[in-house]
């Protein structure tokens, strides 16, 4: 409000001088004569008119730029929530990892920008046994270790997602057959690692780990079928077992 007084101050003073100046200039030129009323009227004229006037643009001015503010303001919060919205919304709620949804979009754009990579399917071994044992928090907590564990022995930039109850999916990103089997072993042994003692019980936690090479001419089904395929030789192989195989011909073709 100072502020706003002082401008329309320096305005109202502004209108006075030349106010003056002019009628010093226009009366004697008309004939007229230069007297205190004529003085006086050119004074207060310009401060009844230009003072509050002035002060009312400068208010006005100061209500639009403050509304401007918080509409700027309002407009951040509401893209900001838009943003921590569409993040949860591809979020799993209990893991943090990729939903099955926003997993499989991930893996669906790589292989239509033919990047080469490999397609790891992880599976918790007897996770049945824990809830029916221990309870459905004590899995959930279970589920919580193995989802760090796997992001241990994943690199910065591949993709995790929790695709299923006890099932993982890593999309590894540029890597071969060879490199692929290398992380899925890494992985298998962070969580042969992970110390899960429910209720004061020790309890091993494994898991068995399916993969195969995404081929630029694969589909998505493909894909997913030769994952699963090597998951299910990884389960009846004896789990807590890694088995990653290269593309079928017509997927490397």
Known sequence: MNRILTRSAIVALVSVLASLLATRSLVP??????????????TICPLAIAWPTSAYAFWQGEKLKKAHRELARTHAQLAAAHRRLEEKA?????TGLLNRESFFAVLECSRRK????????????HFKTINDRFGHLAGDDALRLISSAIQRGLRSGDVLGRIGGEEFGALLVGTTAQEARHIAERVRREVESIGFSPEGTPVPLTVSIGG????QSATLAEIMRGADLRLYEAKHGGRNLVVVEPPTI????
């Open 29 to 42: 030129a008309l004939g007229g004569a230069l007297d205190a009323g004529t003085l006086l009227l050119c």
């Open 90 to 94: 591809s979020r799993d709620d209990m």
């Open 114 to 125: 033919s990047d080469r990579g490999a397609l790891l399917i992880i599976d918790a071994d």
């Open 212 to 215: 195969t090479i995404c081929g």
């Open 250 to 253: 017509s997927q490397a073709a």
